[in-house]
Structure formats: structure tokens, C-alpha cells
């Protein structure tokens, strides 16, 4: 009979964490704390189909609250863990209360980084990361209204979709000399663009933000070459940060994340940790890494979740994520980082489908397929075949994916 495990964070990890748990042989209780009034919902969903109130709360819940009844899997939301005392194996609640563990999951997740510039407190200027966050947000969509975007990655550019859908006149600005920058290659920044463009939104890069300004709520966006975008809208979407601070004050290995070994195990025996904030090795491509996306966090929950139920199997998924842009359906497999060559496929210089596969010495290491699911499904079994590609037959979109691969 196992004890008392207490799970931190009620999102994506947590959601999965539990019923693993159960399923994995977990028989003793099982409490999942969250600060966010909810149990656990689809996050990516509030830049997309949320935000376009295409969908609402009951719409985006991970599990139905009755499998966490069924299960026996309980919550206290709304709550926050302050502390963790290791040595006594308890956690203390904001309200001071303290509950007892005997084995504890971090599945604490990310928060949104935010900008310390002048204005930026002004009513109309948001972050996005939570449902309430949207449900502000959505308070100021209107037609012919003007909506400024603050940063020019995937949250940034779904959200400019949705705004620019909704009748919205929209300013994307970015930093970096192309949007997406830090996560594809200019092949990919330029297609998207191009789309972006010809639906109207003006993307702006190279240019940084230097104030917000308004009387009371913002009215416009002062960018650092002066320029003045008018706003009755501000999204900032500039990255987020892991939540360390809470294992890292309890003596946990933190980095760039909670730090993880194979088995989703921290520095301290009795706790685990999964999803976004954790820092872990990938074998696939042999290195440390935090990584954001729903994969992730479900996939190391599971194991998480078996190790927390003595049977250790290793955790050595290749990572995959997507993003939506209007009709565009980008599905990414692997990392790219670290590529020496682009090979495309299909038209990128028009139209709404191509893909984009990245190699190191002449091997698949990542793929951006949009509106290609062959070449993102064919493209993932290329990257764990790590073996030479013909590059000529690749960027050929009359030769199938099928073919490409060893028993092709
Ligand atoms: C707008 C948006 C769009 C996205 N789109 C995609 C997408 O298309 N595809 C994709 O793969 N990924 C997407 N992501 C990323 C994905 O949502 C995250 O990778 C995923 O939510 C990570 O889940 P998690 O459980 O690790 O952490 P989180 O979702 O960050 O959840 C952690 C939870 O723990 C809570 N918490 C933190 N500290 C405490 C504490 N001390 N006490 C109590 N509670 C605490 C937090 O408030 C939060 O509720 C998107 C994210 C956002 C914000």
C-alpha cells in the first residue's frame, strides 16, 4: 500500500500524472494542488480556438471531472504550495497549513516572462498563458479596433491570427530580424510571412518595444525607432520561464529547469517532476533540454507516474508540437538546432502547404510540416532512423514519403 502522493500544479502534467498513477498500481491517496481556480484544461487552446470563442471552458477540460472522482484522484485549487520541507516531508499552503507527503510531484509548470518597460500596467496590456488571461483578452476584440502583438513567436503569431480573423487591425513586432526565429529556419519565418501578409497583419521585425502609452489604458505603443503604433489591444508574448523557485528553495538541482534523470527523478529520492519545468537529457539527441509542449508533459507524467510505482522505464520520447494559423496546420517533429541544411518540399514561395526538413550531415533531425501530416508521420520515423537521407528524393513532393524511408 503506497501513501499520500501530493501532486503540484493541476495543468497537462498533473492531468496525467494522476490517472497514471492509478493505472501504474498507486493505491494510496492521491491530491493534486493547483493555484488556478480549474482542474486541469488544454492550454493550447487559448490562442486558438479560446481566444476565437470558438470554445469555452467546459469545451477545453483535459478529463471529465468525473474520471478524477472515479479514480479517487482529489484537488485544492485555487491554492498555492509556498514551501516544501523536505526533511519532514510536508509542503506549507499560502494560508500556512501544512499536508504531508509521502511522495510529492513538481508538475509546476511555466509562467510568462514579463517586460519591465514603462506603461506596461495599463489597462489593455496582457500576457496569455491562462484561461482568465483570455477571457480579459476577449473583453477587447472588436472589429476596426487595433490590436499590437509583442513578439513574433508561435503564441504571438496564433494569437495574431485569431485577432486579424476577427476584423482586428493587427501589428505584429518582433525583436529578432524574423518571427520564429529561434525555432526555424528562414525558410519557414518567410512562409509564414508571406501568409501573415496576405491576411493583412503588419509584421514588423528588427524593431523593439520601448513603451506603452496611454491615459489610464493604453492607446498606443511607442517601438524603439520612435515609430507609434496606435493600440486598444496589447498582447505580449515574449517567451516564458520555468518555475524553479519553489525546488530550488527545498534544495532540489535546478537549472534551466527542476532537475530530472531518466526516470523523472529529482535530486531528492521522494519527488518527481514533469512537463515544463524540468531541465532532463534527451537520448535521441544527447543533450540537457527544457522543452514546452503538451508531449512532454504528458509523456514524462507517464513515467513519472511508473517510477513513483517502482517500475522504472526510461524516458526517451521524441519531442513534437504544433500550431495553428488560420488554415495552416503546423506539425513539428524533433529539434532543430544544431542543422546544416534545409531541404523543402512543396511550394513555399505560395500557396499553404510545404515542409521543411532539417539535417545534420546528411541525416533528418527535425521536420516543419505545414498542412503535410505524410511528411510530418514519415518525417518523425526519419529522425529516429538517423540514417542518410537522398536529399534529391526529399524535396521531391512527387515522390511519397513512404518511399523515403529504409523499408520504403
Ligand atoms: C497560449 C498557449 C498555447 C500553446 N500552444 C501549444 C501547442 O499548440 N502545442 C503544444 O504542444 N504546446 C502548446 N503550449 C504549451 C503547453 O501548453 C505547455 O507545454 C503545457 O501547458 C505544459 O504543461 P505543464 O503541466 O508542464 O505546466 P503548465 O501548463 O505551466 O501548468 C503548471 C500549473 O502549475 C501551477 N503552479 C505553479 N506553481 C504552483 C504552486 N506553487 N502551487 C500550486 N500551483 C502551482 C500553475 O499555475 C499552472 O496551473 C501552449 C501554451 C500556451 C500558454
Redesign the pocket.
Known amino acids: 500500500m503506497n501513501g499520500t502522493c501530493l501532486i503540484?500544479?493541476?495543468?497537462?502534467?498533473?492531468a496525467q500524472m494522476g490517472p497514471s498513477l492509478r493505472q501504474s498500481g498507486w493505491e494510496g491517496k492521491i491530491l493534486i494542488?493547483?493555484?488556478?481556480p480549474h482542474i486541469p484544461y488544454h492550454?493550447?487552446p487559448?490562442?486558438k480556438d479560446f481566444l476565437a470563442g470558438k470554445k469555452q471552458m467546459a469545451d477545453i477540460r483535459i478529463r471529465p471531472e468525473d474520471l478524477y472522482q472515479k479514480a479517487g484522484i482529489e484537488f485544492l485549487l485555487g491554492?498555492?504550495?509556498?514551501a516544501i520541507h523536505p526533511d519532514r516531508k510536508r509542503v506549507r499552503l499560502d494560508d500556512g497549513e501544512e499536508l504531508p507527503y509521502d511522495n510529492l510531484a513538481l508538475?509546476?509548470?511555466?509562467r510568462v516572462r514579463r517586460v519591465d518597460l514603462p506603461g506596461v500596467d495599463l489597462a489593455g496590456v496582457h500576457y496569455?498563458?491562462t484561461a482568465e488571461d483570455v477571457e480579459a483578452i476577449r473583453k477587447h476584440v472588436a472589429p476596426g479596433a487595433n490590436a499590437v502583438i509583442v513578439g513574433g513567436g508561435?503564441?504571438g503569431l496564433?494569437t495574431a491570427a485569431v485577432l486579424r480573423s476577427a476584423g482586428m487591425n493587427v501589428t505584429v513586432v518582433e525583436m529578432m530580424e524574423r518571427i520564429m526565429q529561434r525555432v526555424t529556419a528562414p525558410e519557414v519565418s518567410a512562409f509564414y510571412t508571406r501568409v501573415h501578409r496576405e491576411e493583412g497583419v503588419d509584421i514588423r521585425c528588427n524593431l523593439g518595444v520601448g513603451a506603452f502609452e496611454g491615459q489610464g489604458r493604453v492607446e498606443a505603443v511607442r517601438c524603439s525607432d520612435g515609430t507609434r503604433l496606435p493600440a486598444d489591444l496589447v498582447i505580449i508574448g515574449v517567451g516564458i520561464v520555468p518555475?524553479v523557485e519553489?525546488a530550488r528553495d527545498a534544495g532540489l538541482k535546478a537549472e534551466n529547469g527542476i532537475v530530472v534523470d531518466q526516470h523523472s527523478r529529482t535530486s531528492d529520492p521522494a519527488i518527481v517532476a514533469?512537463?515544463?519545468?524540468t531541465w532532463h537529457h534527451n537520448p535521441i539527441y544527447d543533450r540537457w533540454l527544457r522543452l514546452?509542449?503538451?508531449?512532454?508533459?504528458t509523456d514524462q507524467a507517464r513515467v513519472a507516474a511508473d517510477t513513483l510505482c517502482g517500475k522504472l522505464t526510461p524516458y526517451n520520447a521524441l519531442p513534437w508540437?504544433?500550431?495553428?494559423q488560420y488554415d495552416l496546420k503546423l506539425q513539428i517533429a524533433g529539434l532543430s538546432q544544431g542543422y546544416d541544411e534545409v531541404v523543402t518540399r512543396g511550394e513555399r514561395d505560395q500557396g499553404r502547404s510545404f515542409a521543411a526538413f532539417y539535417l545534420k550531415q546528411g541525416r533528418v533531425i527535425a521536420v516543419d510540416a505545414v498542412n503535410r501530416p505524410p511528411e510530418f508521420m514519415t518525417g518523425k520515423k526519419l529522425i529516429t532512423e538517423a540514417r542518410p537521407v537522398d536529399k534529391t528524393r526529399l524535396a521531391d513532393a512527387a515522390v511519397p514519403m513512404r518511399e523515403l524511408l529504409s523499408a520504403g
Do not use: K, M
Open positions: 503540484i500544479g493541476a495543468s497537462h502534467a498533473a494542488i493547483g493555484d488556478e492550454r493550447p487559448l490562442s491554492r498555492r504550495v509556498e508538475t509546476v509548470g511555466s496569455l498563458r508561435y503564441i496564433e518555475n519553489l514533469a512537463g515544463d519545468c514546452e509542449s503538451v508531449q512532454n508533459a508540437f504544433w500550431s495553428d
